[in-house]
Protein backbone atom coordinates (compact mmCIF):
# COMPACT_ATOMS: atom_id res chain seq x y z
CA UNK A 1 0.00 0.00 0.00
CA UNK A 2 3.25 2.28 1.13
CA UNK A 3 3.80 1.90 -3.01
CA UNK A 4 0.57 2.89 -4.10
CA UNK A 5 0.77 6.03 -1.97
CA UNK A 6 3.73 6.65 -3.47
CA UNK A 7 3.44 6.06 -7.16
CA UNK A 8 0.23 8.04 -6.75
CA UNK A 9 2.51 10.49 -5.15
CA UNK A 10 4.94 10.50 -7.46
CA UNK A 11 2.90 10.46 -10.76
CA UNK A 12 1.01 13.63 -9.04
CA UNK A 13 4.98 15.32 -8.77
CA UNK A 14 5.25 14.15 -12.63
CA UNK A 15 1.97 15.91 -13.40
CA UNK A 16 2.76 19.57 -11.98
CA UNK A 17 6.07 19.37 -13.74
CA UNK A 18 4.22 18.72 -17.02
CA UNK A 19 2.05 20.77 -16.46
CA UNK A 20 4.74 23.82 -15.25
CA UNK A 21 7.11 23.18 -18.65
CA UNK A 22 3.60 22.79 -20.77
CA UNK A 23 2.19 26.51 -19.35
CA UNK A 24 4.06 28.65 -22.69
CA UNK A 25 5.57 32.05 -21.86
CA UNK A 26 4.46 34.00 -18.74
CA UNK A 27 3.50 37.92 -19.39
CA UNK A 28 6.85 39.21 -18.10
CA UNK A 29 8.24 37.11 -21.22
CA UNK A 30 5.36 38.40 -23.57
CA UNK A 31 6.67 41.81 -21.83
CA UNK A 32 9.81 41.58 -22.73
CA UNK A 33 9.39 40.09 -26.57
CA UNK A 34 6.98 43.25 -27.21
CA UNK A 35 9.62 46.03 -25.56
CA UNK A 36 12.47 44.46 -27.61
CA UNK A 37 10.15 44.36 -31.01
CA UNK A 38 9.19 47.93 -30.40
CA UNK A 39 12.90 48.96 -30.04
CA UNK A 40 13.89 47.35 -33.08
CA UNK A 41 10.90 48.89 -34.96
CA UNK A 42 11.98 52.46 -33.27
CA UNK A 43 15.42 52.18 -34.65
CA UNK A 44 14.67 50.93 -38.00
CA UNK A 45 12.52 54.55 -38.67
CA UNK A 46 15.03 56.09 -37.34
CA UNK A 47 17.31 54.92 -39.41
CA UNK A 48 14.72 55.37 -42.05
CA UNK A 49 14.23 58.63 -41.63
CA UNK A 50 18.02 59.48 -41.07
CA UNK A 51 18.98 58.17 -44.53
CA UNK A 52 15.36 60.82 -46.10
CA UNK A 53 17.44 63.80 -44.52
CA UNK A 54 20.84 62.61 -45.83
CA UNK A 55 19.06 62.29 -49.25
CA UNK A 56 17.30 65.32 -48.97
CA UNK A 57 20.54 67.63 -47.67
CA UNK A 58 22.67 66.22 -50.54
CA UNK A 59 19.75 67.04 -52.69
CA UNK A 60 19.59 70.40 -52.00
CA UNK A 61 23.34 71.05 -51.59
CA UNK A 62 23.92 69.88 -55.18
CA UNK A 63 21.34 72.08 -56.38
CA UNK A 64 22.79 75.11 -54.09
CA UNK A 65 26.43 74.34 -56.09
CA UNK A 66 24.93 74.18 -59.84
CA UNK A 67 23.14 77.14 -58.96
CA UNK A 68 25.99 78.72 -57.83
CA UNK A 69 27.97 77.53 -60.93
CA UNK A 70 25.20 79.08 -63.05
CA UNK A 71 25.51 82.53 -61.12
CA UNK A 72 29.08 82.85 -61.92
CA UNK A 73 28.19 81.35 -65.86
CA UNK A 74 25.56 84.32 -66.39
CA UNK A 75 28.22 86.73 -64.62
CA UNK A 76 30.75 85.79 -67.11
CA UNK A 77 28.65 86.41 -69.84
CA UNK A 78 27.58 89.58 -68.65
CA UNK A 79 31.51 90.29 -68.73
CA UNK A 80 32.10 88.89 -72.14
CA UNK A 81 28.92 91.29 -72.82
CA UNK A 82 30.03 94.50 -70.77
CA UNK A 83 33.53 94.26 -72.38
CA UNK A 84 35.91 96.68 -70.18
CA UNK A 85 32.26 98.60 -69.13
CA UNK A 86 31.97 95.60 -67.09
CA UNK A 87 34.62 96.75 -64.58
CA UNK A 88 34.28 100.15 -64.52
CA UNK A 89 32.74 102.03 -61.60
CA UNK A 90 30.26 104.29 -63.49
CA UNK A 91 28.36 102.31 -65.79
CA UNK A 92 24.74 100.33 -65.23
CA UNK A 93 26.01 97.24 -66.72
CA UNK A 94 28.89 96.96 -64.06
CA UNK A 95 28.85 95.13 -61.19
CA UNK A 96 29.82 98.62 -59.51
CA UNK A 97 25.66 98.94 -59.17
CA UNK A 98 26.10 97.06 -55.86
CA UNK A 99 28.65 99.31 -54.29
CA UNK A 100 25.96 100.82 -52.23
CA UNK A 101 25.16 97.73 -50.29
CA UNK A 102 26.88 94.30 -49.33
CA UNK A 103 25.48 91.86 -51.71
CA UNK A 104 24.49 91.54 -55.36
CA UNK A 105 22.08 89.38 -56.74
CA UNK A 106 21.34 88.38 -60.31
CA UNK A 107 17.30 88.42 -60.43
CA UNK A 108 15.08 86.01 -62.55
CA UNK A 109 15.65 88.79 -65.52
CA UNK A 110 20.08 88.76 -65.59
CA UNK A 111 19.59 92.51 -64.08
CA UNK A 112 22.01 92.82 -61.30
CA UNK A 113 19.81 94.21 -58.26
CA UNK A 114 22.02 95.32 -54.95
CA UNK A 115 20.47 93.77 -51.36
CA UNK A 116 21.13 93.86 -47.63
CA UNK A 117 19.55 90.50 -46.88
CA UNK A 118 19.98 88.37 -49.70
CA UNK A 119 18.31 85.69 -47.89
CA UNK A 120 15.43 87.24 -47.29
CA UNK A 121 14.93 89.41 -50.62
CA UNK A 122 13.17 87.90 -53.50
CA UNK A 123 15.58 89.52 -56.05
CA UNK A 124 17.92 86.75 -54.66
CA UNK A 125 15.67 83.43 -54.99
CA UNK A 126 16.63 80.75 -57.43
CA UNK A 127 13.52 80.35 -59.82
CA UNK A 128 11.24 81.65 -57.46
CA UNK A 129 12.17 79.27 -54.50
CA UNK A 130 11.54 79.67 -51.37
CA UNK A 131 14.42 77.40 -50.40
CA UNK A 132 17.47 78.93 -52.18
CA UNK A 133 18.72 82.49 -52.65
CA UNK A 134 21.60 83.16 -54.35
CA UNK A 135 23.96 86.51 -54.62
CA UNK A 136 27.11 87.61 -54.79
CA UNK A 137 29.74 90.33 -53.89
CA UNK A 138 32.70 91.05 -54.77
CA UNK A 139 36.67 92.16 -53.75
CA UNK A 140 39.51 93.78 -55.29
CA UNK A 141 37.88 95.32 -57.87
CA UNK A 142 40.29 97.26 -60.54
CA UNK A 143 39.97 98.51 -64.07
CA UNK A 144 40.87 94.55 -65.32
CA UNK A 145 40.18 92.16 -62.70
CA UNK A 146 37.72 91.50 -59.77
CA UNK A 147 37.04 88.76 -57.47
CA UNK A 148 33.73 87.23 -57.11
CA UNK A 149 32.10 85.32 -54.43
CA UNK A 150 29.34 84.23 -55.48
CA UNK A 151 26.62 82.11 -52.94
CA UNK A 152 23.87 80.33 -53.00
CA UNK A 153 21.97 79.67 -49.47
CA UNK A 154 19.42 76.72 -48.20
CA UNK A 155 17.78 75.66 -45.07
CA UNK A 156 18.22 72.48 -43.60
CA UNK A 157 15.73 72.29 -40.73
CA UNK A 158 16.47 75.52 -38.58
CA UNK A 159 19.95 76.10 -40.05
CA UNK A 160 20.96 77.80 -43.27
CA UNK A 161 23.88 76.27 -45.47
CA UNK A 162 25.93 77.88 -47.90
CA UNK A 163 27.59 76.91 -51.19
CA UNK A 164 30.37 79.49 -51.76
CA UNK A 165 32.53 79.75 -55.40
CA UNK A 166 34.99 82.24 -55.74
CA UNK A 167 36.54 83.02 -59.23
CA UNK A 168 38.68 85.86 -60.48
CA UNK A 169 36.96 87.64 -63.57
CA UNK A 170 39.85 89.50 -65.71
CA UNK A 171 39.31 91.78 -68.38
CA UNK A 172 40.77 89.10 -71.17
CA UNK A 173 39.32 91.33 -74.05
CA UNK A 174 42.44 94.16 -73.60
Known amino acids: MWNKQRS ?4 RKSDIGSLQSDNGQTLVESLLAIAVAVIVV ?3 VSIGITAMRTADFGKNQAEAVRSTSELLELLRSKRDAAGADFFSQSTPLGISDCDSTPYCCLDLTNTLTPSTDPTGDNNCRVNNSEVFHRYFYYTDLSPDSATIIATTSFVVGA ?4 VNLKQVFTN ?3
Open 159 to 162: LQKD
Open 42 to 44: VVL
Open 172 to 174: WGN
Open 8 to 11: AVGS
